[in-house]
C-alpha cells in the first residue's frame, strides 16, 4: 500500500465535502417526532442496566459512585451532542457506522464494524438471559416450581415473542413501542423504590432508635477502593451506552426537530441519570455490601409475599421484550448495508429481512446461554467496546467533522477519556475475576 493510499485515522474535511458523497439515508422523510427520539434514547440507556445500578454503586461505594455516575453523565451528553453535530454537519451518512466508514481510516472503521456487532449481539444477549431470569422468578412465585421449564423451552417462548416485536424496519416505526416502553420502566422504578423504602422502614422496626445509621445496610460506606470504583466504572459506562443509535435517529427525525437534537439527547440523558441515581441510592440503602447484580431479584427473595413486587417483575419483563428492537434495529441496518449493499432497510424484502432479524435473535439466545453472569457481560462489554465506542470515536469524529470550539474541545475530551478509560476497566474487570 502506497502512502498515498493511506488514510490516517483523522483526515481532513470540510463542510463541502458532505456534497460529494452518496447519501445513505435510511429514513429520508424524516418521520420521527422529538419526543420519539428522546423516548428512543432513554429506553436504549435504560433496561437491563435498572437492576445493576445498585450493584455499581455498592462496588464503588456511594460518594464514589455517584461521582462515576455524574462522569459518565456529562459524558454521554457531550457524545450524544458531537454525534448529532456530527450527523449535520454531514448530511451523507445518516449511521454511526458510515460516519467512521467515511472520516476514520479503513481499518479503524472495520474495527468498529465488528465491535458494534459484537456489543450489540452481547445487548441483546443480556437482555435474552435477563428475561429467563424474570420467567423463572415468576414461574417459582406462581408456585410450579415442581414443572420448571428448562432453559431450552424458555429460549424457545423468548424467540417467538420478541421475534414479532422486532420487525419494525426504524424508529419512527417504534415510537409507540418506546412510549409504552418508558411507561414501564417508570413503573419498575416506582415499584423498586418502594420496595426498597419498605425494607428500609421494617429495618427501623428491629434497630430502635430510628436514627440514619440504624436506617442503612451494613457495608454501606462513601468509598470501597480504587478497584472497586474501577469495576463499577464500565457498568455505569454500558448502562448508558446509546450512541450508536444517534446518526441514524437524527436522519429519521423531522427536520423541523432536527435543530433540537442535543437537547433531546441531554434531556434523555439526565432523565435517564435521575432513575439511575433513586433506584442506586434506594438498593444500596437496603442491603449495603451484598447488593447484588439483581435488585429486583433480591428485593423478592427479601420479601417474598409483596405482590407489587412480582408486578415489578411483570414489568421489567415487558421493559426488556421492548428494548429488544431499539437494539435489533441498527444491528441490523449494519447487515444489510455490509452484506446486501443496501442503504435502506426499507427496500430489503420482506422474507430476507424476517430471515436476517430472526438469524440476530438466535444468535444472542446462544450468547445468552453461554454467558449467565449479567454482571460480568455487562463489565466485559463496558470495558471492551462501550468506552470505545461511546468516547473515543465520537472524539475521534467531533475532532475530525466540527470546527466550533466547544465542539473540537468536547472532541478532545471524550478521545481522552475513552483511551483512559479502556485499559484500566478492562484490567479492572481481568483482576477482579482472577
Wanted: glycine share 8%; net charge neutral; with cysteine.
Amino acid at each position: 500500500m502506497t502512502a498515498s493510499e493511506r488514510k490516517p485515522l483523522i483526515q481532513k474535511w470540510t463542510a463541502g465535502d458532505a456534497s460529494k458523497g452518496k447519501t445513505d439515508s435510511l429514513n429520508p422523510s424524516g418521520d420521527l417526532s422529538l419526543l420519539g427520539a428522546i423516548f428512543a434514547l432513554a429506553c436504549t440507556s435504560t433496561g437491563s442496566g435498572l437492576v445493576a445500578i445498585p450493584h455499581a454503586l455498592s462496588l464503588a461505594g456511594l460518594g464514589v459512585g455517584f461521582g462515576i455516575l455524574s462522569f459518565a453523565t456529562v459524558l454521554n451528553a457531550l457524545s450524544l451532542h458531537c454525534l448529532f453535530a456530527c450527523s449535520r454537519a454531514d448530511p451523507s451518512c445518516s449511521s454511526y457506522q458510515a460516519l467512521a466508514r467515511k472520516h476514520l481510516s479503513r481499518e479503524v472503521s472495520a474495527f468498529i464494524e465488528l465491535a458494534t456487532g459484537l456489543l450489540l449481539l452481547g445487548a441483546i444477549g443480556t437482555t435474552f438471559l435477563l428475561s429467563s431470569h424474570v420467567l423463572s422468578s415468576v414461574q417459582l412465585a406462581m408456585g410450579t416450581g415442581s414443572t420448571h421449564l428448562s432453559e431450552d423451552v424458555l429460549s424457545l417462548f423468548l424467540f417467538l415473542l420478541i421475534l414479532p416485536i422486532c420487525l419494525g424496519r426504524n424508529f419512527a416505526a417504534l415510537q409507540w413501542t418506546n412510549t409504552v416502553n418508558f411507561a414501564c420502566t417508570l413503573g419498575v422504578v416506582v415499584v423498586i423504590c418502594r420496595a426498597s423504602l419498605h425494607v428500609l422502614s421494617n429495618r427501623l422496626e428491629y434497630r430502635p432508635p430510628a436514627t440514619f445509621t440504624n436506617l442503612l445496610a451494613p457495608g454501606m460506606a462513601n468509598t470501597t477502593s480504587v478497584g472497586g470504583a474501577l469495576a463499577a466504572l464500565p457498568i455505569i459506562l454500558y448502562i448508558f451506552f446509546n450512541q450508536i443509535i444517534a446518526p441514524q435517529l437524527f436522519f429519521e427525525l423531522k427536520k423541523e426537530a432536527r435543530p433540537f437534537a442535543s437537547a433531546a439527547g441531554g434531556f434523555a440523558t439526565v432523565a435517564c441519570s435521575l432513575i439511575y441515581l433513586a433506584v442506586g441510592l434506594l438498593g444500596y440503602a437496603c442491603f449495603g455490601a451484598a447488593t447484588s447484580s439483581d435488585i429486583l431479584v433480591q428485593l423478592a427473595a427479601s420479601d417474598s409475599g409483596d405482590v407489587l413486587i412480582f408486578v415489578g417483575q411483570a414489568l421489567f419483563a415487558i421493559v426488556l421484550l421492548l428494548s429488544m428492537p431499539l437494539v435489533m434495529t441498527p444491528l441490523r441496518a449494519m447487515i444489510v448495508t455490509a452484506c446486501f449493499n443496501q442503504a435502506r432497510v426499507e427496500d430489503v424484502p420482506f422474507g430476507m429481512h424476517f430471515a436476517i432479524t430472526a438469524l440476530i435473535l438466535a444468535t444472542s439466545a446462544a450468547i445468552a446461554r453461554t454467558v449467565p453472569w449479567v454482571g460480568l457481560l455487562m463489565g466485559i462489554m463496558g470495558s471492551t467496546s462501550v468506552s470505545f465506542l461511546a468516547l473515543t470515536i465520537p472524539g475521534a469524529l467531533a475532532i475530525r467533522c466540527l470546527q466550533g470550539k466547544f465542539e473540537k474541545l468536547a472532541g478532545y475530551v471524550l478521545f481522552g477519556a475513552g483511551i483512559v478509560c479502556t485499559p484500566l476497566t478492562l484490567a479492572a474487570l481481568i483482576a477482579q475475576h482472577t
